[in-house]
């Protein structure tokens, strides 16, 4: 739900029953607890039964409370600062095994990005990369990992990427200079999301370039501006971002346009694997 979720609440209290009104209270004053706690724990906290807080969420509009604790979950995400996602990954993961939990959790993610990867979008955005005259890759913060990822195996199919910088917004500017008509944006940013990465998308879409952004869901910043926008499933791990599946969103990227360049792609990595063994760049014999 694109609106604010939590001055919606706000603004229904006055309607809810005396219950709604002590869940509504928690969730306005701990918001990024109560997004992870499921409706038992959150009836808990309050001392209203389960079963009243599924009906606060039908309430809200939603068909279950599942659906309102992932729409809370995505609002916030973007609220939190690294101290509060310390404290939110505490109250998860409690007493359990941190590699058990994490690594579930990542499994998860991709499994979700897979059913809500739109395949259109996903083609479209593979004949962009192609037919573009020039791409441009940025993401910031964590979101630069990323970008530096796409970067360095795309470059080795495409003679035309560029890497932008994580940098002051006038100096992405002065690296996208020349961005115009027939010109791509890979843009990526997932919350919290980077201002210079919104900038960066705003310019481009001024020049006339068109814009794929690779983010998590269509309440993203970089929607709007996009011609075509991929959503990967992220979430926070402590202070961490979890970047497991638009990686992996990234890698698919990849390999489809890979696999519709296969004589450029092959011609390329003949020329690498020449040099790559004429300057040792690998160990052998291992």
């Not at 009243?52 to 409370?65: D, K, M, N, Q, S």
């Not at 890979?186 to 068109?210: E, H, V």
């Not at 269509?218 to 991929?230: G, H, Y």
Request: overall charge neutral; glycine content about 4%; some cysteine.
């Amino acid at each position: 739900m694109k609106d604010d979720l939590l001055q919606r609440i706000e603004k229904l209290i006055p309607q809810f029953s005396k219950s709604q009104k002590l869940i509504a209270g928690y969730i306005l004053e701990h918001y990024e607890k109560a997004a992870y706690m499921t409706a038992l724990k959150l009836g808990n906290a309050v001392n209203v039964s389960e079963s009243t807080v599924v009906r606060f969420a039908i309430e809200l509009g939603y068909e279950g409370y599942p659906q309102l604790q992932r729409s809370l979950q995505s609002h916030i995400k973007n609220r939190l600062t690294s101290l509060q996602r310390m404290d939110v990954a505490r109250n998860r993961i409690g007493d359990m095994d941190p590699v058990e939990v994490v690594l579930t959790q990542d499994i998860d993610k991709i499994r979700r990005t897979i059913g809500d990867v739109n395949r259109e979008d996903f083609s479209a955005a593979v004949n962009e990369i192609i037919s573009a005259r020039r791409i441009y890759i940025q993401g910031a913060m964590s979101s630069s990992i990323l970008a530096r990822f796409m970067h360095y195996y795309l470059r080795l199919i495409l003679d035309k990427v560029t890497l932008i910088g994580s940098v002051g917004t006038s100096e992405i500017y002065q690296q996208m200079l020349h961005i115009g008509e027939g010109d791509l944006l890979l843009a990526m940013s997932f919350p919290r999301y980077a201002s210079g990465t919104i900038q960066a998308c705003r310019f481009a879409r001024d020049s006339g370039a068109k814009i794929i952004a690779i983010t998590d869901s269509e309440n993203s910043p970089l929607t709007p501006l996009a011609d075509i926008s991929l959503y990967a499933y992220s979430d926070m791990v402590s202070f961490v971002d979890s970047l497991v599946a638009p990686m992996s969103l990234i890698n698919a990227l990849i390999v489809a346009v890979s696999d519709r360049n296969t004589e450029s792609a092959e011609r390329n990595f003949e020329k690498l694997e020449r040099l790559w063994e004429n300057n040792g760049v690998y160990k052998k014999d291992v």
